[in-house]
């Protein structure tokens, strides 16, 4: 179970998670590449046989009943597709990734990510690494796919 949890600072946290999705990718043969400085609208890109992705990671402590409520924008702006492909959002708790392509939260400022519920809004999307492996980023995933 990861400790992230207890980084009490968000900013801290957020470079926690940031690690944490290296280190999982690189554990699943992706190559990372980090953009120098703070200006990117992305945090990570990852390298799949060239195919490059840009990740923007974020994370969540914030539970909402039995689900975590996830933010997605920067400072109350709204990221677009032309400036990254994936959020990579970890649940802290549960130590669980989603892979949601940009255009499957429909320039949303929150998502609601709900681990225990496979058949949930974005059910498809936890722990679908893959997708950063398709040339073009699909983001309908149907329900044989895992």
Do not use: C, M
């Given at each position: 179970m990861?400790?992230?949890?207890?980084?009490?600072?968000?900013k801290l946290r957020g470079e926690w998670a940031e690690l944490r999705f290296m280190q999982c990718a690189a554990e699943r043969g992706f190559r990372c590449n980090k953009p120098w400085g703070e200006t990117a609208p992305y945090d990570v890109a990852t390298d799949h046989h060239g195919l490059f992705r840009r990740v923007q990671v974020k994370c969540t402590i914030y539970q909402r009943h039995h689900s975590y409520v996830c933010t997605i924008c920067s400072s109350h702006v709204v990221?677009?597709?032309?400036?990254?492909?994936?959020?990579?959002?970890l649940v802290i708790p549960t130590d669980t990734w989603y892979?949601?392509?940009?255009?499957?939260?429909?320039?949303?400022?929150?998502?609601?990510?709900?681990?225990?519920?496979?058949?949930?809004?974005?059910?498809?999307?936890?722990?679908?690494?893959?997708?950063?492996?398709?040339?073009?980023?699909?983001?309908?995933?149907?329900?044989?796919?895992?």
């Open positions: 990861p400790h992230g949890k207890h980084i009490q600072h968000p990221y677009r597709p032309d400036q990254l492909d994936f959020f990579a959002a892979i949601l392509p940009i255009r499957a939260t429909h320039s949303q400022p929150t998502v609601v990510l709900s681990p225990h519920l496979k058949k949930s809004k974005y059910g498809p999307y936890q722990e679908a690494w893959h997708l950063l492996t398709k040339p073009d980023p699909a983001y309908r995933i149907n329900a044989q796919q895992g």
